[in-house]
C-alpha cells in the first residue's frame, strides 16, 4: 500500500501540467512526454543509460537538437537526443511524424499539378491537418516539383532501339486567348526491351519547328541507336524527321491507315471489303508478299473506287517498314497504340482542369504524369525480348 501511495505522490511531469492546466496543457504535456520517450529509445538504441560503464555501449550521447512539430494541439518544441561514435539514431516516434510530413508533401504536389490554386491548397490542407499551410510554403513545394520534373526531362538517354512518336491538343491561355497546344511525346524501347518515356514538350502547334527542336533535344541528351520510328502522319513531323533522324526507316502507324482510308471509300457497303483488304496486305509474312498484294488491290479498286486505288498506292507503304523488323517485334511496332494508351491516362486526367492558364500548367502535369509511367515501365517487365530478334 505505501508502495501505491508513493506512485501517486510523484506523478509524472506530464501529469502535473494535465491536472494543473487541463485541455490547455496538452501541447506542454506531450513535449513532456516526447521528451522521456525519445530519452529511453536513444539509451535503448546505445545499449546504455546515461553515465553507465559497460561493454555492451554502442556509441555516446550527444546532447540535443532543437526540432518543432506541427499538431492538432497546436506547435510543439521538442529536444531530439543528438548521439555520436556508434550506430545511426533517430526517434521512431519523429519517423512517423516525418512519414506524415512526407505524405503531406506529396498530396500538396499532386493538388498543385492537378490545376488547384494556392489557395484552395491552403483550405483543404488546414482542414485535413488541422496546420496551416502558407501560401509560400506551397509555392516552395511547387518549384521543387518543377524541378525535379524539369531533371528528369534532361536526363541522359542513351541507345534507344525504337521510338514511337505522339501528339495531342489541349486548351492552354496564352496571352490572354486560349488556344490548342500540342503536348509532343517520345516513347521509347530501349536495347534491353524495357520501355521508356523518353521526353516531353509543348508548343503552340505541331509545326515542323517545334517537331524538329523536339527531336534534336533528345539527341543532344545521347539519343542514339534508332532502328526504326513509328507514329502517324502528324503535321510537320515527316520533314522534322528528314532533318533531325536522316536514314532511320519511318513506321506510318497501320491502324490510323487503316481508319484514313475510310475517308476514300465511295460506297458504304464497300467499307467491309476494303478493311479486310488492307488486313490482308498489314498481315502479310513478309515485305514482298505485302507489295504483292498491294498491287492486286490497287488494280481491283482502280475502275470501281479510283481515290481509293491512288490512295492506296501512295500512302500504304508508309506501313511496311516494319517488315524490316525481327518478326517477334513487328505487332507492336506496327501501330503508335504504345503512345494511345498512354493517351487515354493523360486524357482522364486533363479534362478536369479544362483550361489551363499556361503552356507550363500543362507541361508540369504531363511531366509528373509520365515520368511515373516511364519508372514503371523501367522496373517493369520486359516489352520485347531480345533473343526474339536473334
Same mark, same amino acid.
Given at each position: 500500500m505505501t508502495h501505491h501511495e508513493n506512485y501517486y505522490n510523484q506523478p509524472h511531469p506530464a501529469v502535473e501540467v494535465l491536472l494543473k492546466n487541463g485541455f490547455d496543457g496538452l501541447a506542454e504535456a506531450l513535449k513532456l512526454l516526447f521528451d522521456e520517450v525519445m530519452k529511453i529509445e536513444r539509451s535503448q538504441a546505445l545499449q546504455a543509460h546515461p553515465f553507465e560503464r559497460t561493454e555492451d555501449r554502442q556509441g555516446y550521447a550527444n546532447g540535443f537538437k532543437h526540432k518543432t512539430i506541427t499538431t492538432?494541439?497546436?506547435?510543439?518544441?521538442?529536444?531530439?537526443?543528438?548521439?555520436?561514435?556508434?550506430?545511426?539514431?533517430?526517434?521512431?516516434?519523429?519517423?512517423?511524424?516525418?512519414?506524415?510530413?512526407?505524405?503531406?508533401?506529396?498530396?500538396?504536389?499532386?493538388?498543385?499539378?492537378?490545376? $488547384? &490554386?494556392?489557395? /484552395? *491548397?491552403?483550405?483543404?490542407? +488546414? =482542414? @485535413?491537418?488541422?496546420?496551416? $499551410? &502558407?501560401?509560400? /510554403? *506551397?509555392?516552395?513545394?511547387? +518549384? =521543387? @516539383?518543377?524541378?525535379?520534373?524539369e531533371k528528369w526531362r534532361k536526363r541522359p538517354l542513351g541507345h534507344i532501339r525504337y521510338i514511337v512518336l505522339d501528339a495531342r491538343y489541349e486548351n492552354v491561355r496564352v496571352d490572354s486567348l486560349v488556344r490548342d497546344c500540342a503536348l509532343l511525346v517520345a516513347y521509347g524501347v530501349r536495347e534491353d526491351g524495357h520501355r521508356s518515356v523518353l521526353g516531353v514538350s509543348v508548343a503552340l502547334s505541331e509545326a515542323e519547328v517545334h517537331w524538329r527542336t523536339f527531336l534534336r533535344s533528345l539527341k543532344e541528351r545521347g539519343l542514339h541507336g534508332v532502328e526504326m520510328i513509328t507514329s502517324d502522319d502528324h503535321a510537320g513531323l515527316g520533314a522534322a524527321l528528314k532533318t533531325e533522324f536522316s536514314g532511320v526507316k519511318w513506321q506510318r502507324c497501320q491502324f490510323h491507315l487503316q481508319q484514313n482510308a475510310s475517308g476514300y471509300v465511295p460506297k458504304k457497303d464497300m467499307r467491309k471489303d476494303v478493311a479486310a483488304d488492307i488486313r490482308s496486305i498489314f498481315g502479310a509474312p513478309s515485305l514482298e508478299e505485302a507489295e504483292r498484294l498491294l498491287a492486286i488491290n490497287v488494280t481491283k479498286y482502280k475502275t470501281r473506287a479510283s481515290q481509293l486505288s491512288a490512295w492506296m498506292e501512295s500512302n500504304l507503304p508508309e506501313g511496311f517498314s516494319v517488315f524490316l523488323l525481327p518478326e517477334a517485334h513487328r505487332k507492336k511496332l506496327r501501330t503508335s497504340n504504345l503512345a494511345e494508351r498512354q493517351n487515354q491516362e493523360l486524357k482522364?486526367?486533363?479534362?478536369?482542369?479544362?483550361?489551363?492558364?499556361?503552356?507550363?500548367?500543362?507541361?508540369?502535369?504531363?511531366?509528373?504524369?509520365?515520368?511515373?509511367?516511364?519508372?514503371?515501365?523501367?522496373?517493369?517487365?520486359?516489352?520485347?525480348?531480345?533473343e526474339d530478334a536473334e
Amino acid at each position: 500500500m505505501t508502495h501505491h501511495e508513493n506512485y501517486y505522490n510523484q506523478p509524472h511531469p506530464a501529469v502535473e501540467v494535465l491536472l494543473k492546466n487541463g485541455f490547455d496543457g496538452l501541447a506542454e504535456a506531450l513535449k513532456l512526454l516526447f521528451d522521456e520517450v525519445m530519452k529511453i529509445e536513444r539509451s535503448q538504441a546505445l545499449q546504455a543509460h546515461p553515465f553507465e560503464r559497460t561493454e555492451d555501449r554502442q556509441g555516446y550521447a550527444n546532447g540535443f537538437k532543437h526540432k518543432t512539430i506541427t499538431t492538432r494541439v497546436g506547435k510543439i518544441e521538442l529536444d531530439v537526443p543528438q548521439v555520436r561514435g556508434g550506430v545511426p539514431f533517430y526517434p521512431s516516434c519523429l519517423e512517423k511524424g516525418l512519414k506524415s510530413e512526407r505524405a503531406l508533401n506529396m498530396a500538396i504536389a499532386e493538388m498543385y499539378i492537378q490545376g $488547384v &490554386s494556392t489557395r /484552395k *491548397v491552403e483550405r483543404v490542407i +488546414q =482542414q @485535413l491537418c488541422g496546420a496551416e $499551410v &502558407s501560401r509560400e /510554403k *506551397v509555392s516552395q513545394l511547387a +518549384q =521543387q @516539383l518543377d524541378e525535379e520534373l524539369e531533371k528528369w526531362r534532361k536526363r541522359p538517354l542513351g541507345h534507344i532501339r525504337y521510338i514511337v512518336l505522339d501528339a495531342r491538343y489541349e486548351n492552354v491561355r496564352v496571352d490572354s486567348l486560349v488556344r490548342d497546344c500540342a503536348l509532343l511525346v517520345a516513347y521509347g524501347v530501349r536495347e534491353d526491351g524495357h520501355r521508356s518515356v523518353l521526353g516531353v514538350s509543348v508548343a503552340l502547334s505541331e509545326a515542323e519547328v517545334h517537331w524538329r527542336t523536339f527531336l534534336r533535344s533528345l539527341k543532344e541528351r545521347g539519343l542514339h541507336g534508332v532502328e526504326m520510328i513509328t507514329s502517324d502522319d502528324h503535321a510537320g513531323l515527316g520533314a522534322a524527321l528528314k532533318t533531325e533522324f536522316s536514314g532511320v526507316k519511318w513506321q506510318r502507324c497501320q491502324f490510323h491507315l487503316q481508319q484514313n482510308a475510310s475517308g476514300y471509300v465511295p460506297k458504304k457497303d464497300m467499307r467491309k471489303d476494303v478493311a479486310a483488304d488492307i488486313r490482308s496486305i498489314f498481315g502479310a509474312p513478309s515485305l514482298e508478299e505485302a507489295e504483292r498484294l498491294l498491287a492486286i488491290n490497287v488494280t481491283k479498286y482502280k475502275t470501281r473506287a479510283s481515290q481509293l486505288s491512288a490512295w492506296m498506292e501512295s500512302n500504304l507503304p508508309e506501313g511496311f517498314s516494319v517488315f524490316l523488323l525481327p518478326e517477334a517485334h513487328r505487332k507492336k511496332l506496327r501501330t503508335s497504340n504504345l503512345a494511345e494508351r498512354q493517351n487515354q491516362e493523360l486524357k482522364r486526367r486533363t479534362r478536369v482542369i479544362e483550361i489551363f492558364p499556361n503552356m507550363d500548367s500543362l507541361l508540369r502535369i504531363a511531366s509528373a504524369i509520365l515520368k511515373e509511367q516511364s519508372e514503371n515501365w523501367e522496373a517493369g517487365r520486359v516489352y520485347l525480348k531480345t533473343e526474339d530478334a536473334e
